[in-house]
């Protein structure tokens, strides 16, 4: 079983709050990432990061930043939730760009 | 841009049936192919991993095939039970970055076996 988690699993929030989606992996793993999953749709990268002080944005323009001080940890920020960001936010681990990724459980996030 | 498409979108079966589900991917550049599942609501677990210079992985009653130069995986299901419904992903790693930086996922096979 992959060692990598994220809280909170299920988050409703108001419009407008600030709001920080955890995720810890202890495989000692470089590549990070985050993914957008929409009901029925596939997911799509927002972010990734190659090792601590690394982060990029992937394919899916997000209004969300990260960071990456620490190589277990890698937080996802929406510092204004609104509506639009009400989706399943995944994230993911890999030893190396192309090995085996290893995903939470995911946040379920519903902007109200 | 790398593509996946899966097919069927979705899929039932009585238990007991043998299964095929399919996977097709546009650039054949690729570093590996994973296959996972995943529960509703729930996150990814990872099934099998495939890698480039492989044509098959087995894990049980789960058997993945890779064709690089057609662009095509399927994943074997054997003797399926009512356990196995969830969401079936298929994904790949492309080695350009114009095809992505990281796994490309299809929109997934829903399965649902009877009991």
């Known amino acids: ?112 | 841009k790398q593509e996946v498409t899966q097919i069927p979108a979705a899929l039932s079966v009585p238990e007991g049936e043998n299964l095929v589900l399919n996977c097709s991917f546009t650039d054949s550049a690729i570093y590996n192919l994973q296959w996972f599942r995943q529960d509703p609501g729930k996150g990814l677990t990872s099934l099998l991993l495939i890698q480039s210079s492989q044509r098959e992985q087995t894990s049980g009653r789960l058997n993945a095939s890779l064709d690089k130069s057609s662009g095509r995986s399927t994943l074997y299901i054997a003797a399926s039970q009512p356990g196995d419904s969830a969401t079936y992903l298929c994904a790949v790693w492309g080695i350009s970055y114009q095809a992505g930086t990281a796994l490309i996922f299809g929109k997934g096979t829903t399965l649902s076996v009877s009991s």
């Open chain 1, 1 to 112: 079983e992959a060692d990598i988690y994220q809280t909170p699993r299920y988050l409703v929030i108001g419009t407008g709050k600030k709001i920080t989606l955890e995720c810890s992996q202890t495989m000692g793993h470089d590549k990070m990432y985050w993914y957008q999953q929409d009901p029925g749709m596939e997911l799509h990268l927002i972010h990734y990061s190659y090792g601590v002080n690394s982060t990029e944005k992937g394919d899916l323009s997000s209004e969300s930043t990260v960071s990456r001080i620490r190589t277990e940890h890698f937080p996802l920020t929406l510092e204004s939730a609104r509506p639009s960001h009400t989706s399943q936010y995944l994230c993911a681990s890999s030893e190396f760009r192309g090995t085996e990724a290893f995903f939470g459980q995911g946040t379920r996030l519903t902007v109200v």
